[in-house]
C-alpha cells in the first residue's frame, strides 16, 4: 500500500452533524456552533476521524439552511465568523478533519444577487439565474408544483428545482462560476479540509429546456415525481464543473476532498458512476444512499456490496445508514414488537457491516446510540417544508433531525429553552450519552470499539474485499490487504446459521452470539485468519 491510500477520507470514519440538533447554548431551542465545540470531545472520544457539518450560513431557513443568502457568514442563529473559525482550530487540535456543505445548485432568493437579478431584464446578474418568458416546459420542482416561478418584478419565470425560495443558479455563466470559485478558496484558506457538495444531479439543465417524459403512473395525490427526469438531471456539463471543482481542491496543499449528493433518481441508472469522473477528475466520494430506504437484509446488502464493488479499482465506495433527509435506519430495520434486546443486536449488525465493509463510513448524529425516528408528530409541528407544500403526502423529514439525546436532564440536555425547534424524542430518558458511557455493552460502546477495530486492522479499512457464501441468511466476505485477512460474517435473520466458512479458528477481533461455528439470530463475527 502507497501513501495516497491512507488518505483520511478514504479510510477514516465521519460523523454527521446536523447543527440545529446538536447541541443549544443560547437557550433559544436551535443547535448552534458552540454547542458543536463543545462536544468535539464527544465526537473525538467515538474514534471518527472527521465531521461534516449541514449548512450554517446566513439563511431565511426556508430549507433550513439550503437556502443560502451570503455564503461567507454564519447564519447567527447558528453564531459566528468567529465560531466558525474556533470549530475548525478546535477540531484540527483534536485531529478532526472537518467537512463543509456546499450548496451551489442554487441560492436564497434573498440572496443578494437574485435579488438584483430579478430586479429588471437587463440588471447584470440578470443572467446569473435561469430566467424565461413563459413556463417553458414541464419540469417539476422536487418539492411540488411547476419548477418554474413567475416574478412580478419583469413578469418574467425562474427555474428552481427546489423550492421557489431556491432559484437554480445559471451555472454556465463564466461570472457565477468566478464567484463559487472564490467561495471555495475562502473556506480552502481557513482550513476546511472537504466539501460535501449538495445536488450535484441538478447543477445543469438541457439548453433546449426540452419536456421531460411522463411516468407510466402517477398517483392522483401526488404532485411530484410522475415524470422521468431526464433534462434535468445527470446533465453531462455536471461532470465538467465537478472535474473544474476538483482541480481547485488539488491546488491546495493537504488532502482536501469533495464528497457529492448523488441521488440515482435520473434517466439515466448509471449516471452515479460517472461523478467520479475519469481517472478521477471528479468527485473523491459520491454518497451512496442505496441503504435508505428499506432495511438490511442478505439479498439486498449483497446487491449494493456488488454494485459498488463493480466501481473501478481507484473509486472508493461510500457507505451511509442513516441522514437528514430520510428516515432513520433503525427505525427502518426494527419490526413492530420487537425487544429493546433485538434493536441492539439489530443496531450492531448494522455498525458491524458499516464499519468492516470496504468504503467510508458516515455516521449519523444520534446513529450511534440508536436514536429512533420520532414517528408522532403532527401536521401542525412538522417544519419541514417538503412535507407542508406537497400537503403532507410526502412524509416529514423533521423525524430524523430531532435533537440529539445528551443525558435524562431537561431536553435531554440538548437546551434549557422551554421550547426546542422539534420535539425531543420520548424515550430520552432512558435512550441517551450519559446512560450508554456507562454501560459497557452499551450501542455506544460497541461503537467505539468496532471504530478502534477498524482503525487497527489496515486490511479492515483498507483492504480488498471479497463476498464469500450465497446464502439467504447472511452475508459474509473477507477484507485482505498486505497478508492480513479478516473473515466478517452476519447473520441478519432469525434463527442461528452455520456457515461454512471456518469461524472456529482464527483471532476473534469481535463477535457476538458466536458458538461452536453456529451463530445466533443477529450475531456475527469479525475473525482475524492469520
Ligand atoms: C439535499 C439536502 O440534503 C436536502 O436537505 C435539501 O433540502 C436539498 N438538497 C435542497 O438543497
Redesign the pocket.
Known sequence: MNNKDFLWWKHGVVYQIYPRSFLDTTGNGVGDLPGIIKKLDYVKSLGVHAIWINPFFQSPMA??G?DISDFQSVDPLFGSNTDMLTLISEAHKRGLKVIFDM?F??TSSEHPWFVESRSSLDNPKRDWYIWNEKKPNNWQSLFGGSAWEKCDFTNQYYYHF?LSE?PDLNLRNPEVIAEIKKIIEYYLDIGVDGFRL??VNTYFEDENLMDNPDTDYCPAEYTIDCQIRKYNFDHHHNYNFLAEIKKLIDSYPGERMLVG?VAKDGHDKDAWKKYYGDAQVGLDLVFNFDFLYNSPNVNQVTDIVKAWESLEMHNWPTYVFS???QIRGISRYVLEGDSIETEVKKAKTMAIFLLTVRGTPFIYYGQEITMNQYTDLTNDQIKDP?AIRTNFTVPT?DGCRTPMQWDGTKNAGFSTSEYTWLPISKNYPQKNVEVQNGDPNSILNFYRKVIQIRSENPALFGGKLELLEDNPDFVSYTRELDGQKVLIIINFCEHSIKPESECQTGNVLISEGLNNGEIEPFGFAVIEKN
Request: avoid cysteine; aromatic fraction near 24%.
Open positions: 430549507d433550513f439550503y450548496v445548485n442554487h427546489f431556491q449538495d445536488a449528493e441522514s437528514h433527509d417538503w423529514r
